[in-house]
């Protein structure tokens, strides 16, 4: 095991847009108990969405890349997030959320199931600090230090 330390890793080089900091998210390996968590999640998966293929990859982040407003969630949902690919899409939090949403106007349509449903957003973008599901929902100081560049980016 490492030492506990407090130093970050700077990317390489600063991605030059948001669809490129995302391209850089999803291919993120910096957490091993945390892929392997959401790999076997994936793997496993709950009878309910037995027949999803689940995403199983850390979660990018999502929305209007001019917005004003943002939404930071702390992880993705082990059946949620993990499981759609998108942040609060496919669980109870997105359920609360979408609906409140769309009713503001930040949202196109009052429900997400997936990141291919259709759903745009206004003048928001929705991220996380950790962009892998933990086990237990959560993410240890080392794990959210690590995923920090992105948040940063």
Same mark, same amino acid.
């Given at each position: 095991?490492?030492?506990?330390?407090?130093?970050?890793?700077?990317?390489?080089? %600063? +991605?030059?847009?948001?669809?490129? $900091?995302?391209? #850089?998210?999803?291919?993120?390996?910096?957490?091993?108990? #945390?892929?392997?968590?959401?790999?076997?999640?994936?793997?496993? @998966?709950?009878?309910?969405?037995?027949?999803?293929?689940?995403?199983? @990859?850390?979660? %990018?982040?999502?929305?209007? %890349?001019?917005?004003?407003?943002?939404? $930071?969630?702390?992880?993705? &949902?082990?059946?949620?997030?993990? @499981?759609? &690919?998108?942040?609060?899409?496919?669980?109870?939090?997105?359920?609360? $959320?979408?609906?409140?949403?769309?009713?503001? &106007?930040?949202?196109?349509?009052?429900?997400?199931?997936?990141?291919?449903?259709?759903?745009?957003?206004?003048? $928001?973008?929705?991220?996380?600090?950790? @962009?892998?599901?933990?086990?237990?929902?959560?993410?240890? +100081?080392?794990?959210?230090?690590?995923?920090?560049?992105?948040?940063?980016?």
């Amino acid at each position: 095991m490492k030492p506990h330390s407090n130093t970050i890793e700077p990317m390489a080089s %600063p +991605p030059q847009s948001l669809d490129q $900091l995302n391209e #850089l998210i999803v291919k993120c390996e910096r957490c091993p108990r #945390l892929r392997e968590h959401c790999a076997n999640i994936a793997a496993v @998966r709950r009878r309910a969405y037995a027949e999803w293929e689940y995403w199983g @990859r850390p979660v %990018p982040s999502f929305g209007d %890349p001019w917005a004003r407003v943002l939404i $930071l969630g702390l992880a993705p &949902g082990g059946h949620g997030s993990n @499981r759609t &690919g998108r942040p609060f899409t496919g669980d109870g939090s997105g359920d609360f $959320l979408f609906p409140i949403l769309h009713e503001a &106007g930040f949202a196109s349509q009052p429900r997400g199931v997936s990141r291919d449903d259709g759903m745009a957003l206004n003048d $928001l973008w929705i991220t996380s600090v950790a @962009r892998c599901a933990p086990p237990g929902n959560k993410p240890t +100081p080392e794990e959210l230090r690590n995923c920090r560049p992105w948040l940063d980016a």
